[in-house]
């Protein structure tokens, strides 16, 4: 672990659940520059040590799992108080749910009520208030812009949907420790605060999550064939990590931010055979080497969203997702970054297809 110094004791708090995977990274390095002090606690199954001192040195790390309560509790008395605690801890990767949704579903469950548990043992003046991670999966399929007050898939969601349902049963378990607490519905300006996330990338993000523009990326630089699902018109909006880092940094320093769910995302929206295109247009590679593949035949139980995009007038109405980076500046960066996790044999990439091949 690293140990504070005196004078950023004196700074305000923040514990970072998860704070050493992708996106907590970026928050700890964004809150770090704005004079917090940044605590971490991770069991490093998704998060990175290495990358978490390079990106943020000033963070302190902490190696345990969020689900022991009794650990958490001891690390929010004697590390606090803590103004904020920021809840990024869970499962990474379609895959991983595919391959163990029960098992993602539980964890994700597990991990609420833990933070529930811990929080609910401290004094009600040393509370830090929570902001916790959730995700655009949790909407139900939707042609047009995807609101806050959009229709929420179920929590009891099995198979590809154990995932999005567990994500609305953990807000639940949230929103009714505080109603418990406060004894109101209104989770007011105190309440916990839902990060509902859109397709967040950026470089440093490994392929091997499943997430579609990293293997896109992993694959051109190999010279692999990009694999897209089907016909490729699915429809996707994506936010580069560094300004979701700012955005959450934003959000935390504000006073008076609205509990419930809120969207973040980007700016970037396209679909999945343009930005295949795209990708390999920025990298030097022939337009054509893209593979359709029925994403059936790698995961039985995955099935296909068409379009997802972000509402982010709520938002935009507190001042965040101003200003994001467009597809173009996001492609060239992460093909201009350094290939940390580029092992051609970490993620199962396909042969070319001709170019008059249909989809698989």
Not at 260 to 287: C, F, K, W, Y
Not at 325 to 332: A, C, K, Q, S, Y
Request: glycine share 12%; proline share 7%.
């Amino acid at each position: 672990s690293v140990h504070p110094t005196p004078s950023i004791l004196n700074a305000p708090s923040i514990l970072i659940l998860g704070g050493a995977g992708f996106i907590g990274r970026e928050c700890a390095r964004d809150l770090l520059g704005r004079g917090w002090r940044v605590v971490v606690l991770d069991d490093l199954s998704a998060g990175d040590q290495a990358q978490l001192s390079r990106v943020a040195p000033g963070a302190e790390f902490h190696e345990g799992d969020a689900r022991d309560s009794q650990n958490l509790a001891r690390l929010l008395r004697e590390l606090g108080p803590f103004q904020r605690v920021l809840h990024l801890a869970g499962r990474v990767g379609v895959g991983c749910v595919l391959d163990d949704p029960e098992g993602c579903r539980a964890l994700t469950r597990d991990l609420a009520q833990s933070l529930c548990e811990a929080l609910g043992s401290l004094p009600q003046a040393q509370r830090p208030r929570i902001l916790a991670a959730s995700t655009s999966e949790v909407y139900c399929d939707g042609q047009g812009l995807l609101g806050e007050d959009a229709p929420l898939r179920s929590a009891k969601g099995q198979g590809r949907w154990a995932y999005a349902a567990s994500r609305v049963e953990a807000e639940q378990v949230l929103d009714r420790w505080w109603t418990n607490l406060h004894g109101s519905r209104d989770p007011g300006a105190e309440g916990p605060i839902h990060l509902r996330f859109f397709n967040v990338t950026g470089p440093g993000h490994d392929p091997r999550t499943g997430m579609v523009l990293p293997r896109f990326i992993q694959a051109a630089r190999t010279g692999e064939c990009l694999p897209v699902h089907g016909d490729g018109l699915q429809e996707r909006t994506f936010a580069h990590v560094r300004d979701l880092g700012r955005d959450i940094g934003d959000l935390i320093e504000m006073g008076n931010a609205p509990g419930g769910p809120l969207n973040l995302g980007g700016v970037a929206h396209t679909s999945m055979i343009d930005l295949a295109r795209l990708v390999l247009e920025a990298a030097g590679q022939p337009v054509d080497h893209i593979a359709h593949v029925d994403p059936c035949a790698v995961h039985p139980s995955f099935e296909e969203v068409r379009r997802r995009a972000p509402q982010l007038d709520r938002a935009h109405k507190l001042g965040l997702c101003l200003g994001h980076r467009g597809l173009l500046e996001l492609v060239h960066e992460m093909l201009d970054s350094p290939a940390d996790f580029d092992n051609p044999g970490s993620h199962a990439l396909l042969p070319c297809a001709s170019p008059a091949s249909s989809p698989a």
